[in-house]
């Protein structure tokens, strides 16, 4: 059975940096594409970024593209989201998702992923 659950969130004033880890159990890196997806209140959810050693490569949203990282840990199966340079419209609930079944085509859609985390909060203050 696969589990995620993130940690990290936090306030923090625009400018600065946050890391948000999402510790995944039941799966192995080398068979799952692992993502990431906020929302924003009103808004849809939507896609921050992924990595997939199986497909070989890392995707960013381009809002977030040149200021967050994503990686992979396989020793302490975790993967960490390195946010810098923050912005309010960063604000949102963080969620950490995976999936044994992505292609490269579906990578940034929602529907792709069938594990979900319980998301956490980020708020950026301007």
């Known amino acids: 059975q696969v589990t995620l659950v993130e940690s990290g969130g936090g306030l923090v004033e625009a400018g600065n940096s946050l890391t948000l880890s999402c510790a995944a159990s039941g799966l192995t890196f080398t068979r799952y594409t692992m993502a990431w997806f906020r929302q924003a209140p009103g808004k849809e959810r939507e896609f921050v970024a992924a990595i997939s050693r199986r497909m070989g490569g890392t995707y960013y949203a381009n809002s977030v593209k040149g200021r967050f990282s994503v990686s992979t840990d396989s020793a302490k199966n975790t993967m960490t989201l390195q946010m810098n340079a923050l912005k309010p419209e960063d604000t949102a609930v963080y969620y950490c998702?995976?999936?044994?079944?992505?292609?490269?085509?579906?990578?940034?859609?929602?529907?792709?992923?069938?594990?979900w985390g319980h998301g956490t909060q980020v708020t950026v203050s301007s």
């Open positions: 998702v995976s999936s044994s079944s992505v292609i490269t085509s579906q990578v940034r859609s929602q529907s792709a992923y069938a594990y």
